[in-house]
Structure formats: structure tokens, C-alpha cells
């Protein structure tokens, strides 16, 4: 049918004009203006491999993190003990390894499965007892924090050994292998969600729990997986962390939440429109990481990268939603009653 | 008929559900054959969706059985429209036609996204319109998002199956042209081999499409028979558990101009004008699409206006500014009862005191209790919503009471402007005559009301005279001696 | 806060004599420890069933420390308890008024900063119930007894500064990082740049602040980022090499490799770090005599005993300068100077 | 009306053994059970009245912060920044009465005022540039603590004056000023959200903000003045832990907001059917320090206080969640999707 490839054509070259739009990926130009900027600023330390290799490897672990609360958040519930998860692997692993002496592959597996275990605690939590994810991984923290506390002595955990440190930090083209696993992983959980019944599963019991099991989804098993997938992933950031410092420490977990969240939040915004997703997220991490990084470079005041953190964040969020809403308004002459402005 | 074709794809068996106290299926039976349609009526609260919730296994019964064997054959797969649609309002359409199909293999199998988009356009183009599948589905109008439900049900369906299609009020929000469309795809899906169990309050549909009514009254069966055997009194007898007297208005006697609305413009809205006096009831029809569920919005200052002026008696009211709207006398019902007409997770007293009225509140503004729940009793009792509980969440109450509620709120303001869409969407003839009879009662307090409603039979009993929109512009009047059911619809489907 | 951008690159060399004295200030504590803090005799034993509470507030250095009292306690016949404070000031104060409460005979702090507990030091003291406060720099008016005070903490940066000069021969640009979050960073960062300034008047100084808030995940981005940016850097100095957790992976990444790390206070990882040679030397404190002797000052107030002079006025504290080749010990116990304290305490205590 | 006054009668009745119901103040329950196990425990120490009073001391600043919390959360949105707007006013009171030496109530006012102002500047944020509360206050917590190290110089502020100590700790029969405060506020509160029309008006922008628009709320008022609210009342709380310290600290602000959310999401199951309200979040706080604090007195070990924070929440939710009828439940559960949805 011709019509219909004109059609089709049509589709794809407004799609693609969409997607470079400013407000759809405004982040990306952010990072364009950053980069463009500190060049200048900064010509001999900022546009180096060397920058690109730090920063790819400063912020693997919290892409991970990141990445794997994207799931969670996409199927509607919180994961706020994501960094008490990550702090929880990185002392397990350390725990096994050193105190247990259990070997390489038992540890991190044993770590891997203490992962999911918190993750299908958390999961039944909110799908059997019933109470809200917000409130059931508020108390799971705790609860991991003190089991943290348990195990480590609060002490930290040293001599996991040579072989383990590599597992982070072997490099591969001058780039740390956490950065590749990173990638892995981002890639595995990008197809799920957009590219499988599952992905679309997990975003219809986001968006509404109730319709999703009424049209036959199994919401409670789709919130189970994705917080059981979130606990793994926060898990291998955790021991990828132990790996890269060598030590297992009790205090660090909690201190990788709200980064995370600020990533997933903000690559909310970016590429799809309000829906959760991966790409937007990395790019959402490395987006604020340079902005860092740039200004740290340039020599600005300790407390400069903070504010960058939080202004970068909005900025990025409002401009999206700005020139979405002007587009929106501006397509309300269309042949279609999609109702322009939801004014009501 | 023959006795062999009456092949049972459901049995429901004595089936009963509390909801605490409250019993709202009472050891029901019915049985829905293949090439049935199977009505199910009721008053407000009966327990029409309890029942198809049961169905649907989102609540467990805690009595009887449903059978879902057929004789030897496969086990029956049930499809549904809930009363509330069940579709996920932040997908797209194409999204939601693909959500928990199981025919399509391992929910990890890649998704053929083209092949979905354009299923999905031959979907919709089925049932005659045309919109953006990729759209979220929570910006369609009610009216799409009903056809996108009714896709869904639809999708992949083929003889070799049983099936048994649920329709829980699939009606409520669409217009006759698109309410024939979807009886034609019923009946077809029905002579096709698949049973229907069909749920509505408007009951000429039912005579229309059934082949067997059941009615409830408070949960239990009262009645079940073949739809030859009854006609429309009959069945609001059934219903209603009595006559209900249907409303006969008279042209009141015109007051003074209390809306002038001047060259309108907004959303689909391209041109409108209209002068309403106080006493008179003016309707509006049109199909979907033709501005019909965005005018009352528009005037009201909901949606946002381009141009023109809304004159409410000596004052203009401005767009944006709701509050003011609501001052100077106008009350609006929109026909989105779950996204705009009210806070489902609030009580029903809070919902229906929630417009604020002026010189109820005792000193420190506080809000006198007692005084409030008398009032909100005599509504409940003035609109018939049962349960009469006022302090239970509005979520828990049934559709129809629901929408009682969120008109009481409105009445309760003593409005000069009423302005209604999809007044008595959902409610059932008993109820739909008390509320006619609420809003000629305001009517004839001296307010004026605007009607904007899909049905075209209850314009015609309750309005003065119909205004008649298509794309967005006025294209007909129809008053006085023409004004029937008939007259409108023809009016309203374009040449 | 660079002292003069002009000294920059024109690195001169180090006279021979300044090379000297810095060594002078360094040997004594390169390869052996700083002097045995407590010489004089408990006067009389504790009396039986003495209880002395211990504010843990979940920090490494902190719960190390209550570790290392246990045998001190045991050794002394007292019931040593922890209580747990929160990451937060109303769990700190939370803590001490549970403390207060329970009427201890004497109270053990270790880093909680008394402004967070003003109210509660006042009660206790008021209680007469005495406080040893380690790792803190209160004034005296406060009534706390501080073995390791401001004194021990100059010495710190004094000490590092002088490693420094000792082992470069021309002028070089250090950096120091610091926490003001912590109140000794002042006396640190005096004793370190008034060395410096007085060994090596060539020397460019950096004072950075860490956040405190970023040990454990930012902070080695920031010391990298800021090395990147100062190239010239040569020396680098830590207030506390806590802020050192994660770093070498991360100097690794960035190709940092002709840098001196010149430590203090190391925990476990940092001594881990030093013995794979992952990081140039550190300024060891001898936590487990430090942990004794803040037994052994509980048990003198207790019984009323005056004390030492050098705990009196904060500084009692051994230092040493750990080589790679000085970590012969098993890093997770810490550094420990002085291997029989256990015997040494015991013969004062004439147990 | 005899009828009428019996249909009154049995309300009342049944309303008094409803709000007597196990899982409707299941907090409560655990309360008592836990003064008792305690008392048993621990006779010498537990059940004095100066535990009673160190209890109430301790956590009335906990509390104030939770009061406030409410308010935004009742109206739909998160604030995140309520720990670092504690640190801020902590740190700006000090600021401007050591450093700068503008007196007792120049400082105290002043000090409101700059809290008010972020709190407007968070409410426009989300009303006016349609940013999710949830990124708003993300963001706005990230350039608070940026601004805390640009006044503070990262060090803490000494020589705030006895007087300024006064507000905090001066004893009335016994307990201090901060607890008094605690309550005229949480009754402040109480009334205008559970008495007022404009408590009404929260609560329906929460439910559903569209609706609550078309019913004539300003919705985007009511968000705005609620998070102002909430700013000052953790601008009170930072005043008084400021006085309570005599100190202005740095660090201090952001360890008090999980607690905080903890005791909201935790009062909401409690007295009003999952509806945030003041009453619960009060209780909550203090049933949580209670164990917190009979735990210290008993002795466990020093991972059990943070244990039994966890534990408590959920088994005081779960246990709300299983007796109370099913249909609650799923309006709590609604209620929370609205909450994610809003913030998304
Ligand atoms: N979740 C619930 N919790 C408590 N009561 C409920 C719940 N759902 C339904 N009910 C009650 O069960 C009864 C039957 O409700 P149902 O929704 O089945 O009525 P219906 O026949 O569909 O009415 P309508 O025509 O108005 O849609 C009503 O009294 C209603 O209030
Ligand atoms: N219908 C309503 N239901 C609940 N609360 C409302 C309603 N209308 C307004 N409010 C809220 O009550 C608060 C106080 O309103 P108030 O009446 O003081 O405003 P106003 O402009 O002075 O109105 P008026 O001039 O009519 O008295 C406002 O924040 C408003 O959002
Ligand atoms: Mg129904
Ligand atoms: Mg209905």
C-alpha cells in the first residue's frame, strides 16, 4: 500500500525530528554547552582521554545503581534502600571473601543471591503485606544499616585479595572493566523495558496497577521481579565497589542514593516523554558528572559542584517541560482530539 | 435457535460476595451460552460490576462458583470492558492493545512494534474513527478510550475459541451513531459463536441487542428471562422495583437572560454563541469529536479559551479563574467523573462539601461538622445514593451513586449556570428521573442549564431546545414540536 | 588558598641545612614510635563494679577504638558498654542523655564534636561524672579531658609538613586535605603551614576542603579532579587519610603516579593501601595505646588520681611514620606501636 | 428527632470502637506493649519520669519536621529538602548572630524568612515550572547544601549567646521550651487540616488535583503555601537545634529526613485510614523513640536500636494493613500510586 508506507515515512521523519528536539533531550545539549564550555575554559586538563576515561570510571557504579532503579520506578513502587543494598553487598562480599575465605565466584554468587534475597523481601513486602513501597524500603534500610552493622562490626573488611580487586578495576583499552559491565547491564535492562511484552508489563503496572491486572498483567509478579532486578544490580555496584576499594566499609552505601534517584528522575525526562528509561539515565549520570568534573577542573569553590548538581537538575527538567508544553499546545490544531492542553 | 446451539460457556453458580456489611451479590445464578447476548440490569448498586469483577478474578467470591468449563471443549476465555475501561491511561493505545496478551509467546520475546501500530490502526478504523494510536491514552476522550477498550476486547479473537466478551456500561459515554456501531459489533461477535454478557442502564439498548435479561436487586437475581417476553416498561419495572415516571417538562415560562456566551473559540470549539434565560434547559449533541464534551469546560473556565466572552447575568466570567466562576453562580459537571468530577479517595460528605459555600463555616473558619453531615444526609437522600454512608470512601461506592454524589455537590451550591456533561451517565432509570427532576428543579429556581449529553433520548425529554454541534460550530437548532430523539440524531451525523 | 601563584614552577632547591632539621624533626619517628605516653602508677584500683559508657556513633575509627578498650576494660575490671548514637545530631544527643541517664562512672567520646552534645556535657559534668574525649578540641573551660587534643594535632601537621621537606630536594607544592567540618582541622592546618612556612619558605601550599559528607564515594573524584588541575602538585597531605578510601583505583584511572601521599590517622584500608604500596607513608597513631591510656585516664578521674601533664594538655599520642615495609602487622587491627601496652598498662596498674 | 439523635448515638459508638481497633492505632498498641516489656526490663531506669522527659526533649525537633512534612505530603507532594532546610536555618541563625551580630529576633525572624523563601521558591517551582516535587525538592536539596558550605565555610558556628540557648532548652517544669513549641504547632497544624476548609482543600489537591481545581481550589496555592509551611517549620526546627547546640554545624541538616519521612508515611497509617495527619505523625515519633530508647537502656547491642527502627515500621503498618477490610487497603495503595504518579 503506498499510502501507508508514505505514511510510515512520514512517521519516521517526524519521530526523528522529535527525538533532536530540544525538550525531549534538552540533557544533551546541556552536556554539548558543558563541553564546549570548559574546552575553553580549561583547554589543557578538561578535553583529554584522560577526563573521559575518570569520568567514565567515577560513575559506573552509580549508573548501576541507577539503571537498576529504573525498574522499580517504572512499575510504580520506590526503591529507597538502594544504597543501604549497595552498602550491604559491598560488606558481604568483603565478609565472605576475607573473614569466610569462601573464594572468588562463591562470594560474589552468595552476595548476588543475598541481593535478591532483600530484593524478594522488599517485593513481598509490598505485594503480599500490602504496605507501600515507600514506606516497606524506608524500614528495609534500616534494617539492612543494621544488619551492616552486624556483620562488619562496624569495621572494614580488608584483604579481599588480588584477584577480586581486578574484577572493577582490570582495564581494557585504559578503561575500567566496572565501566563495561555498566554498559552490560544497561544494555540487557534497555531491552527488557522497551523491547519485550515484560517492558511493557512493568510500564503498564506503573501506570496504572489496577487496569494492568485487569487487562491479565501480573502486577505483583512484575513489582516482585523488578525489585528482586533492582536489589542484583545494586548488589553488583556494590561489589564492584568493594573491588575498587579494596576494603569492604560499612558507611558508604547510603551516601549513592539520591544521586541515583537524581539520574533516574532526571533521564525520566529525556528521550520518552516522562516514562522511566535507561538511556536517558546514563546520560542523565554523565551528563551531571561532567558538569562536575569540568568544574572541578576550573578550580571553582568546594561547594560549586553541589549547587551545578541542582541546578543542572532543574534546568534540564524545566526546559523539557516548557517547550514540551508549547509543542503540545501548538499541535492542538491537529485532526486528532488528543486533548491538548489537560487545562481540563 | 436450536437446543444444540445453546451451548453454556459460563455458569455462574450461587456466587456471592460481601463487602463487609454490605452484600452485594446474593447467590446469584446465570448462565451465558454461545451466540447470547446476556443483559444484565440493575439499579444503582446492585452489584453489576461486583459481578464482573468476580468474573475477572480482581475479587475473590466468598460463595459459589464460576464455571468456566464448557462441555468437553477448552476452557472459555473471558474478555472485558470494565465500568472504569481498565486501560492504562500513561500507554499509548498501540500499547495498551498489546498489554497481557498471551498469544504473542514468552513475555521476553521481542516486540514487533510495526506490526502492533498498524493492527492497531485497523483496530480503531473498525469502528469508524481515526486518532493518534501512538497518543497516551490518557488524553483521549472518553469516547476513544471506550473504542480502545472495545479494540482490545476484540483483538486476536477468532471462532475456534470460546469467548465470552464482558461489557460493563461500554455505553456511558458514547453517542448513538457510535452506540449503533458498537451493537453492531456485538451482535456480529455474537453470531459469530462468542457469548456476551452485556451490562447498561439504557435500557432500549438492551431490548435492542439481548437475548436474555437478568436483572439484580440488591445483589440478588429477581428476575431472568428472554428479552421477547418484556418490553421497556417491563424492564424498568424490573429495575426500578416499580414505575418510575418519566419526566414530561413543559416549556417554562423564559426569565431574563442569565448566560450570554459570544463567539467562543477554544480547543475544537471554533465558533459558538448562545443565549440562555433563567428556567431554560438547553441541550447539546454532537458526536465525538464535535465539541461537545469541551464546551461546557470551556464556558465554565476549565479549559482554556482563545476567544469570545461568557456573560453569567451582570458579570463576565474570565478563563483560568475558577474560583470566580464559582462565585458568580456557575456549576459544572464534567463527564470525566474519575479524573475530574471528583477525589476518589475522599469521603463522599468531603467530596460533596467541597465546593465551598459561602456562610457555612463557623468562627476560625472552622467547618461545622454536625451542620454538614445534616445537609449532606438530605442529599443523599434527595438523590437516592445508597449505601446511605456518607463517611465511606467514594471509591467504594458504585458508579452510579458515585455520579449522584458529584451532582449533589453541585446542586448543593444553588447554581445560576448549571452546566452538565453527561449528567446521568451510569445512573439508573429510577435515579435518572430523580435527577432530571433535581435539574428542572433548579431550572426552575431561575438558573440557567446547559446539557451536553451523548444520549439523545434524555436531551430530548429534559431540554427547551437542543443545539446540534459538528467541528466545533453550531450546525443545527432544534426546538419545540421537533424535538425528539430521532430529530436530533439525524441532526447530528454529519451529511 | 595558594600562598603566592608567583612561586609556581620556579621550584629552588632545598638548602642542605633546612634538609637537615626536617630530618632532625622526622628520624625520631621513622621506623620506631614516639615516646610511651603514661609513666606514672594508678594510685589505687578502680573500685568493683565500675561502668563507663562508650559513645559509638557507627564511624570505622570510632567502633575500632570501643574495640580495642574491651581488653583494657577487662584487664581494669570494668564494664565497658557502648551506646549507639545515629548519624544524626538528635541521635548524638539522643545517645548522651540515655548516657546521662544511666549514671556511668565515667564517659568515653571518641570524634563527636562536644558543641553536638553541649547539654548533655553539662548534665554529666554537674553529675561530676568524668569525660575523656578523644579525638576532640575543645577549649579547657569545658571540663573534658582531651589526652590526644589540639597539641597532638599540630604535632600532626608539623610532623608531615617536615616528612615533606626531608624527602625532596628542591621547593615543591603540597597540598593539604582538610575538613573543616572537623574542629582539629584548624590545628592541624596551623601546625602545616607554619612548618612549612618556616622549613621551606618556597614551597607553595594548597589548603583544599573535603566535605565530610563525601569520604567514602566523592572524594577521591575531587582529589583527582584537583590534581588534574594542579599538575605542579608533589606533595599530598591528609588531615585524615579516611578521605584517601577509593583512591587508588582512581589515581590509577587518571595516569597520577609522581605523587608523595603523605597520610595521618590511617584506618585499616589506608595501612592495607601503604603495604601494597599504593600510597608513600603514613603518620600512624597508635589507636591501641590511645585506647588504653584513655582507660587508664578514666580510671585515674575515677579515683580521683591528678593526671599527667602531656594528657593534660592533649598529648598524649603516639605518632609514627609507617613505611611499606613497617606494615608487618595484620592492618585490620590497626596500627599498634607499642605491642606489649597490654604488659606496660598492666604494670602501672600493678596488676 | 429521636431517629436522627440514634442514628447520632450508634455513629459515635461505632466511631469509638473503630478508632479503638487494633490495626486503625496498631502504633499505640505496640506503644503500650513496649512501655510494659521495658518497664520489666529495665525497672530502674525506664519508667521514670526522666526518661519521659529526655524522650519528649530529644525528638521534638524530629517531630516538628514530620508536622511540617505533612502538609506537603497531604497535599501531594514530596519534599526532600526538608533536611537540608533544617541545616540551612541551623546554619543561617548561627551565621547571623555570630557573624553577622543582628541580634536575638532580627536573626530569628530573618532566619524564618529565608525559609519561607525557599519554600516558595520550591512551591514555584513545581506550580509554576511544572517540575515533579519530587526533582524540585531533589534539586533544591542539592543547592540548600551548596549554600550551607558557602556560609558556613564547611566549619561550625560558635558564640551564639545565652540568650539564643534559652529558646531551645529553657525548663518548664521540667521539659523544655522546644517541646511546648513542638505542640503549639502540631495543634496549629491539626486544626487548619482537619477543621478548616483549607485543610479540606489539601487533602482533595492530594486526592486529585484536577478535580480539586474544578471544584474551585486554587490547587496551585494551596501546594505553594504548604511547602512554605513546611519550610518554616523546619526553619523552627533548625532555630531550635541550632539553640539546643549552641552551635551552628554544617553537617547536621540531611540526617534528619528519613526519620521524618518514616514518622509521616508511618503516622498515615494510624487514626485516619492512610490519610497523613498530624495526630499519627506525632505518635509515630514517639513510639519509635521510645524503643530506640529502651533499647539503649537495656543494652542490646549497639545494631539493635537501628534493627528495631525497621522492624517497627513495617510490622506497625502490616499489621494495620491485614485488619483493617480490604477495602482500605487499596484506597491506602491508590492513595500512594497518586503520590508516585505526582511524582513522576
Ligand atoms: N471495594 C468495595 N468496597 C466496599 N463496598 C463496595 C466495593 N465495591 C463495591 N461495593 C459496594 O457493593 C455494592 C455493589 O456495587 P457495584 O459496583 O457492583 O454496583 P453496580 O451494580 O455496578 O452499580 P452501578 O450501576 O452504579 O455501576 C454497592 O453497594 C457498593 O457500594
Ligand atoms: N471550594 C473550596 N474548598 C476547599 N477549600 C477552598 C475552596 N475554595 C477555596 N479554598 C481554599 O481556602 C483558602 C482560603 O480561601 P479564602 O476564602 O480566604 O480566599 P479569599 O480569596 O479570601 O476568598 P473570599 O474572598 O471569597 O473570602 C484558599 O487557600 C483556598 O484555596
Ligand atoms: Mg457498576
Ligand atoms: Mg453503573
Given amino acids: 500500500m503506498p499510502a501507508n508506507s508514505t505514511g510510515q515515512t512520514q512517521r519516521g521523519w517526524h519521530g526523528l525530528l522529535h527525538s533532536l528536539a530540544f525538550h525531549n533531550i534538552s540533557a544533551v545539549y546541556i552536556w554539548v554547552a558543558m563541553v564546549v564550555l570548559f574546552s575553553l575554559l580549561v583547554p589543557e586538563t578538561f578535553p583529554t582521554v584522560d577526563t573521559v576515561r575518570i569520568v567514565l570510571a567515577d560513575q559506573a557504579l552509580t549508573a548501576i545503581l541507577a539503571i537498576g532503579l529504573v525498574l522499580p520506578l517504572a512499575a510504580g513502587a520506590f526503591d529507597l534502600s538502594i544504597g543501604s543494598q549497595l552498602g550491604l553487598a559491598a560488606i558481604v562480599v568483603a565478609w565472605m571473601l576475607s573473614v569466610q575465605d569462601l573464594g572468588l565466584w562463591i562470594s560474589v554468587l552468595g552476595t548476588l543471591a543475598v541481593g535478591a534475597a532483600v530484593g524478594l523481601i522488599n517485593g513481598l513486602l509490598i505485594v503480599k503485606a500490602k504496605i507501600s513501597s515507600f514506606i516497606t524500603t524506608l524500614g528495609m534500610s534500616s534494617i539492612i544499616l543494621a544488619g551492616i552493622s552486624w556483620i562488619s562490626h562496624d569495621a572494614q573488611i580488608l584483604d579481599l585479595g588480588a584477584d577480586f580487586q581486578e574484577i572493577a578495576t582490570h582495564p581494557i583499552v585504559g578503561v575500567p572493566l566496572s565501566v563495561y559491565v555498566m554498559v552490560v547491564l544497561a544494555v540487557c535492562v534497555w531491552y527488557v523495558l522497551d523491547n519485550t511484552h515484560l517492558g511493557r508489563a512493568v510500564y503498564a503496572t506503573g501506570g496504572n496497577a489496577e487496569a494492568a491486572r485487569l487487562s491479565g498483567v501480573r502486577t505483583g509478579l512484575v513489582v516482585v521481579s523488578c525489585l528482586v532486578s533492582c536489589s542484583l544490580l545494586a548488589s553488583v555496584a556494590g561489589i564492584l565497589l568493594s573491588s575498587s576499594l579494596a576494603t569492604g566499609d560499612p558507611t558508604i552505601g547510603p551516601g549513592y542514593m539520591l544521586p541515583a534517584f537524581a539520574a533516574a528522575f532526571l533521564g525520566s525526562t529525556q528521550f520518552r516523554n516522562g516514562r522511566f528509561n535507561v538511556l536517558g539515565t546514563v546520560v542523565a549520570v554523565y551528563v551531571l558528572a561532567t558538569g562536575v568534573k569540568g568544574l572541578q577542573l576550573a578550580g571553582a569553590p568546594v561547594w560549586i559542584p553541589e549547587l551545578f548538581n541542582g541546578v543542572a537538575l532543574l534546568v534540564a527538567v524545566a526546559v523539557n517541560r516548557r517547550q514540551g508544553s508549547a509543542r503540545r499546545a501548538r499541535s492542538a490544531r491537529a485532526a486528532t482530539r488528543v486533548a491538548a492542553e489537560r487545562a481540563v | ?495 | 588558598a595558594g600562598c603566592g601563584s608567583s612561586k609556581t614552577g620556579t621550584a629552588s632547591a632545598i638548602a642542605v641545612d633546612v634538609q637537615t632539621k626536617a630530618k632532625e624533626i622526622v628520624t625520631p619517628y621513622e621506623g620506631r614510635p614516639g615516646a610511651f605516653p603514661v609513666t606514672e602508677k594508678l594510685s589505687s584500683p578502680v573500685p568493683a563494679g565500675t561502668r563507663i559508657a562508650y559513645i559509638d556513633n557507627g564511624n570505622a575509627l570510632v567502633s575500632l577504638i570501643f574495640r580495642l578498650m574491651q581488653p583494657a576494660a577487662a584487664e581494669l575490671g570494668i564494664d565497658l558498654y557502648a551506646v549507639r548514637a545515629g548519624t544524626s545530631a538528635s541521635g548524638v544527643q539522643a545517645a548522651f542523655s540515655t548516657v546521662v541517664q544511666q549514671r556511668p562512672d565515667a564517659v568515653i567520646n571518641t570524634a563527636i564534636d562536644p558543641a553536638l552534645w553541649d547539654n548533655q556535657r553539662r548534665q554529666l559534668i554537674a553529675a561530676k561524672i568524668p569525660i575523656v574525649s578523644l579525638g576532640t578540641v575543645a577549649a579547657a573551660s569545658n571540663g573534658l579531658v582531651q589526652p590526644n587534643g589540639a597539641a597532638a594535632f599540630e604535632r600532626q601537621g608539623r610532623l608531615q609538613a617536615a616528612w615533606l621537606v626531608a624527602n625532596n630536594d628542591k621547593s615543591f607544592e603540597a597540598v593539604l586535605y582538610e575538613h573543616n567540618e572537623l574542629a582539629y582541622a584548624a590545628a592541624v592546618k596551623k601546625g602545616f603551614e607554619s612548618e612549612l612556612e618556616e622549613l621551606c619558605p618556597d614551597c607553595v601550599v594548597r589548603v583544599v576542603q573535603i566535605p565530610i559528607t563525601e569520604i567514602g564515594n566523592k572524594a577521591p573524584e575531587r582529589i583527582v579532579s584537583d590534581l588534574q588541575a594542579h599538575p605542579d602538585t608533589r606533595g599530598i597531605v591528609f588531615q585524615s587519610s579516611a578521605a584517601a578510601t577509593g583512591l587508588p583505583a582512581k589515581l590509577k584511572v587518571a595516569g597520577l603516579k609522581d605523587v608523595q601521599i603523605v597520610g595521618a590517622n590511617p584506618l585499616p584500608t589506608n595501612l592495607q593501601y601503604l603495604k601494597d604500596k599504593q600510597s608513600t607513608v603514613e603518620l600512624g597513631t597508635d589507636l591501641n595505646t590511645l585506647a588504653w591510656t584513655a582507660m587508664d585516664t578514666a580510671a585515674r578521674l575515677i579515683v580521683g588520681q591528678k593526671l599527667q601533664e602531656n594528657v593534660d594538655n592533649g598529648d598524649a599520642l603516639v605518632h609514627q611514620f609507617l613505611r611499606p615495609e613497617d606494615i608487618t602487622f595484620d592492618p585490620t587491627r590497626g596500627f599498634s606501636a607499642y605491642p606489649d601496652v597490654a604488659d606496660r598498662f598492666r604494670a602501672l596498674w600493678n596488676r
Fill in chain 2, 1 to 495: 435457535m436450536t437446543s444444540e446451539q445453546r451451548r453454556p460457556l459460563v455458569r455462574v453458580d450461587q456466587l456471592t460476595k460481601y463487602f463487609g456489611n454490605t452484600c452485594a451479590l446474593d447467590r446469584v445464578d446465570l448462565t451465558v451460552h454461545a451466540g447470547e447476548v446476556l443483559a444484565v440490569v440493575g439499579h444503582n448498586g446492585s452489584g453489576k460490576s461486583t459481578l464482573v469483577k468476580l468474573l475477572a478474578g480482581f475479587h475473590t467470591p466468598d460463595g459459589g462458583t464460576i464455571g468456566l468449563q464448557g462441555e468437553a471443549g477448552p476452557e472459555t476465555e473471558l474478555r472485558f470492558i470494565h465500568q472504569d475501561l481498565g486501560l492504562v491511561g500513561s500507554l499509548s493505545t498501540v500499547e495498551n492493545l498489546g498489554l497481557g496478551s498471551t498469544s504473542d509467546g514468552p513475555p521476553w520475546r521481542r516486540l514487533r512494534k510495526m506490526a502492533e501500530r498498524l493492527q492497531a490502526d485497523q483496530l480503531v478504523a473498525q469502528f469508524g474513527v481515526d486518532f493518534d494510536v501512538d497518543a497516551l491514552v490518557q488524553e483521549l476522550s472518553p469516547a476513544e478510550q471506550t473504542i480502545v477498550a472495545i479494540a482490545r476486547a476484540l483483538r486476536g479473537w477468532n471462532e475456534e475459541r470460546d469467548v465470552v466478551l464482558v461489557l460493563d456500561e461500554p455505553t456511558a459515554a458514547l453517542h448513538g451513531a457510535e452506540v449503533d456501531r458498537l451493537m453492531a459489533v456485538v451482535r456480529r461477535v455474537a453470531e459469530r459463536g462468542a457469548g456476551v454478557l452485556f451490562i447498561s442502564h439504557r435500557l432500549d439498548e438492551v431490548l435492542g441487542v439481548a437475548d436474555t435479561v437478568v436483572a439484580l436487586r440488591n445483589g440478588a437475581v429477581v428476575g431472568n428471562l428472554p428479552c421477547s417476553e418484556t418490553d421497556y416498561a417491563g424492564l424498568v419495572e424490573l429495575v426500578a422495583g416499580g414505575v418510575v415516571e418519566e419526566l414530561q417538562r413543559r416549556p417554562a415560562e423564559r426569565g431574563d437572560v442569565v448566560l450570554r456566551v459570544n463567539a467562543l473559540q477554544g480547543g475544537v470549539i471554533r465558533d459558538f454563541d448562545v443565549t440562555v434565560h433563567a428556567g431554560e434547559i438547553v441541550g447539546v449533541a454532537g458526536i465525538l469529536g464535535s465539541g461537545r464534551d469541551e464546551l461546557c469546560a470551556t464556558i465554565f473556565g476549565g479549559r482554556r479559551r482563545t476567544r469570545g466572552t461568557v456573560r453569567l447575568r451582570d458579570n463576565d466570567l474570565a478563563s483560568g479563574d475558577l474560583r470566580q466562576s464559582i462565585r458568580r453562580g456557575a456549576a459544572f459537571v464534567p463527564g470525566d467523573r474519575h479524573q475530574h468530577g471528583a477525589v476518589m479517595t475522599m469521603t463522599a460528605t468531603e467530596n460533596l462539601a467541597s465546593v465551598r459555600v459561602p456562610g457555612v463555616e463557623g468562627r476560625w473558619r472552622r467547618v461545622r461538622k454536625s451542620h454538614e453531615s445534616r445537609e449532606v444526609a438530605e442529599w443523599f437522600a434527595a438523590c437516592g445514593v445508597v449505601p446511605a454512608r456518607p463517611e465511606m470512601q467514594l471509591s467504594q461506592f458504585s458508579g452510579g451513586n458515585q455520579q449522584k454524589v458529584v451532582l449533589a455537590k453541585w446542586l448543593r451550591t444553588h447554581p445560576n449556570l448549571l452546566l452538565l456533561e453527561e449528567p446521568t451517565q451510569g445512573v439508573d432509570v429510577g435515579a435518572k428521573a430523580v435527577i432530571h427532576q433535581l435539574i428542572v428543579r433548579t431550572a426552575n429556581q431561575g438558573a440557567a442549564v446547559l446539557v451536553a449529553s451523548s444520549e439523545a433520548k434524555e436531551l430530548a425529554q429534559l431540554c427547551d431546545r437542543v443545539l446540534v454541534l459538528a467541528d466545533g460550530v453550531v450546525v443545527d437548532e432544534v426546538a419545540g414540536q421537533e424535538l425528539t430523539e430521532a430529530r436530533i440524531l439525524h441532526a447530528s451525523v454529519p451529511a
